[in-house]
T-cell receptor
């Protein structure tokens, strides 16, 4: 168990809808990353937050947004969903300390199916 | 930005044999190279990592080598076991800069008993 909790594990919805994915990082970790993994694809970086602030952005669509709350949990919001958004969405956390490095700890993911 | 290429995409070995997965990177500023193992239905798990000031690192049956000049690094698994079957991802990033991680496309390793 990595200590990173993602909910829900599975999500089935229809095109055009909006969903929210939730992530609770490991205790003490300040940095949260979101990744998208499509079928047989690698890990596509979406966005990173550090202690409540956006730190880096990847290929995140404008229909997607995220935030990190004061208690450090993070939410990824996906709106106007399309069939192509069906994927496994991972959250990862790290200490975020510049000196000790950036060991990422991944959650088990949320499997999103858009029908 | 950084570009990480990983080969092969699939690898099938007999139990007990060795397996080698190779990655190349493009950004000479990258200085931290972790490897992740993803089992079916689970999130990736860090198995070993190496910093650019080290050429090789071993942990029991797994080892990672780094050639900074050629900008490539490799994962070596010896005495493979069926439980090593999984998808392996390499990654590269620049420490001290909170940069995003760049992942390879993954290698599906199948260890045949």
């Amino acid at each position: 168990d990595s200590g990173v909790t993602q909910t829900p594990k599975h999500l089935i919805t229809a095109t055009g809808q909006r969903v929210t994915l939730r992530c609770s990082p490991r205790s003490g970790d300040l940095s949260v990353y979101w990744y998208q993994q499509s079928l047989d694809q690698g890990l596509q970086f979406l966005i990173q937050y550090y202690n409540g602030e956006e730190r880096a952005k990847g290929n995140i669509l404008e229909r997607f947004s995220a935030q990190q709350f004061p208690d450090l949990h993070s939410e990824l919001n996906l709106s106007s969903l399309e069939l192509g958004d069906s994927a496994l969405y991972f959250c990862a956390s790290s200490v975020g300390d510049r000196v000790s490095g950036e060991k990422l700890f991944f959650g088990s993911g949320t499997q999103l199916s858009v029908l | 930005g950084e570009n990480v290429e990983q080969h092969p995409s699939t690898l099938s070995v007999q139990e007990g044999d060795s397996a080698v997965i190779k990655c190349t990177y493009s950004d000479s500023a990258s200085n931290y190279f972790p490897w992740y193992k993803q089992e079916l239905g689970k999130g990736p798990q860090l198995i070993i990592d190496i910093r650019s000031n080290v050429g090789e690192k071993k942990d029991q049956r797994i080892a990672v080598t780094l050639n900074k000049t050629a900008k490539h690094f490799s994962l070596h698994i010896t005495e493979t076991q069926p439980e090593d079957s999984a998808v392996y991802f390499c990654a590269a990033t620049t420490l001290y800069n909170f940069n995003k991680f760049y992942f390879g496309s993954g290698t599906k390793l199948n260890v045949k008993p």
